[in-house]
């Protein structure tokens, strides 16, 4: 088991950046994969970004690929989302979560956080 903790969201500028981190509980965090999720109002929990089973790739929906980037330091128990340019319609609650495996199914990561609120202005 896991416990995670998400912190980092806020409200910033459209075009602006923020990075989410994930506090993850326990020695054996490098056993899980890592990913990201986020849900918008009145819309279903979307894939934001995992890593592969392995850890040494990463995987990305469409619509954030080359303005999001996933990443953890072991060391810390801590994946981070750095987020950049940054639009109105990621305004979402982030959530991260994590499994032995996971994939771009909600239901297919066994812990999540809390989820922490991100806000784009224009």
């Known amino acids: 088991q896991v416990q995670l903790v998400e912190s980092g969201g806020g409200l910033v500028q459209a075009g602006g950046s923020l990075r989410l981190s994930c506090a993850a509980s326990?020695?054996?965090?490098?056993?899980?994969?890592m990913g990201w999720f986020r849900q918008a109002p009145g819309k279903e929990r979307e894939f934001v970004a995992r890593f592969s089973w392995s850890g040494l790739t990463t995987v990305y929906t469409d619509s954030v690929k080359g303005r999001f980037t996933i990443s953890r330091d072991n060391s810390k128990n801590t994946v981070y989302l750095q987020m950049n340019s940054l639009k109105p319609e990621d305004t979402a609650v982030y959530y991260c979560?994590?499994?032995?495996?996971?994939?771009?199914?909600?239901?297919?990561?066994?812990?999540w956080g809390q989820g922490t609120q991100v806000t784009v202005s224009s």
């Open positions: 979560t994590a499994d032995y495996g996971g994939g771009s199914a909600a239901r297919s990561w066994a812990y």
């Open positions: 326990g020695r054996t965090f490098s056993s899980y994969n």
